[in-house]
């Protein structure tokens, strides 16, 4: 559970790619939070800039402008030694597990790899944590001796959750961790990762597509359209009551286990094509495709604030929200 600890923020965050002459800018001034032992969940389209955001906190890229704070402090401002300590805090989970594993080595030395950087004790000791991490994400101890391609894409993902916790960290970005996975096998994953998170009280962003996955697992949810975060609330009132027009097009979308339910539902289709995240003018870059938009929305580009109740939302339809500056 949440200490009430802000344990990982950004401020403005933005990440801008050159194509040839043009820049193309996957992260787009976004800014969060997010406590000690929480869950922020992060969906929207592909393409949305979900995985350059989680790349950027790992420090696989480096940010364009803005800021990552870790602990209170700014993650560009660590020194040697404590930028050292962030690579170990922070960990990633892949979305595909069988890219992400080193075909050449067994599951063993992959999962050891991250200790042996990090001096995490002897030969002997390393090998029985290895063997501990297995047992702890559903496989034995023998398969510290095999290599990737003989286990299955679930069995390969436990091995990557394993090698993500091998350096004991206190901060996990899971970058789509079961699209890749048959749906018999997803649950298991995601019951696995909320089990870890409870006994070895990890923080998590969890990046997904699936609107009902990520309001399993999350505590808060923000949703992403072309590089910036549009909405921001806690799981149950984001689906209960979305504000932004795509949340409410995404929700409308997701599949309802129940066949009345679905059959009654009116699903809201937007029209039109997203903009090319590309040299992308002024405006807000949802108001070729939203219904509500007017020439205000299509000359300045809003800012996510926040009502009362903590619920953010960046929408200039301020009066019938009831949106406070």
């Keep these: 559970m949440s200490s009430g600890e802000v344990f990982i923020n950004t401020e403005h965050l933005t990440r801008d790619f050159r194509i040839g002459k043009d820049t193309l800018r996957a992260v787009d001034d976004v800014s969060f939070e997010l406590g000690r032992g929480e869950t922020f969940g992060l969906v929207g389209e592909s393409g949305c800039g979900k995985s350059t955001l989680g790349r950027l906190l790992v420090r696989l890229y480096k940010p364009t402008s803005g800021k990552i704070l870790y602990k209170g402090k700014s993650v560009a401002n660590l020194n040697k030694r404590e930028s050292f300590e962030y690579t170990k805090d922070v960990q990633m989970i892949f979305q595909q597990p069988y890219a992400s594993l080193n075909p050449r080595m067994t599951i063993g030395e992959i999962i050891k790899e991250g200790m042996r950087i990090h001096q995490l004790g002897s030969a002997k000791e390393m090998s029985e ?11 034995n101890a023998e398969h510290a001796n095999r290599f990737p391609y003989e286990f299955s894409g679930g069995m390969r993902q436990r091995a990557g959750i394993a090698r993500a916790l091998a350096v004991n960290p206190e ?5 789509e961790p079961i699209s890749a996975l048959d749906v018999s096998i997803q649950a298991q994953i995601i019951n696995l990762l909320k089990r870890l998170q409870s006994e ?4 998590y962003l969890f990046i997904a597509h699936d609107l009902s996955t990520v309001r399993y697992i999350s505590d808060h949810i923000g949703v992403m359209y072309l590089g910036s975060i549009v909405e921001v609330a806690n799981a149950e009132e984001l689906n209960i009551n979305p504000l932004h027009p795509y949340t409410q097009a995404l929700i409308s979308a997701a599949p309802i286990p129940d066949p009345a339910k679905e059959n009654e539902r009116v699903r809201i289709m ?9 040299n992308f003018g002024a405006g807000c870059k949802f108001a070729g495709r939203c219904k509500f938009a007017n020439d205000n929305c299509r000359e300045e580009a809003p800012a996510l604030r926040k009502l009362p109740s903590g619920h953010a939302i960046a929408c200039h339809r301020m009066e019938e929200i009831n949106m406070v500056e």
């Excluded at 944590?129 to 496989?139: A, P, Q």
């Excluded at 901060?171 to 970058?175: A, E, I, K, Q, Y």
């Excluded at 937007?270 to 590309?278: A, F, N």
């Design 129 to 139: 944590r290895v063997s501990g991490l297995l047992n702890m994400v559903g496989l």
């Design 171 to 175: 901060f996990v970005v899971c970058d």
């Design 200 to 203: 070895l009280n990890l923080t």
């Design 270 to 278: 937007l029209e039109g094509d997203v903009p090319s995240p590309i």
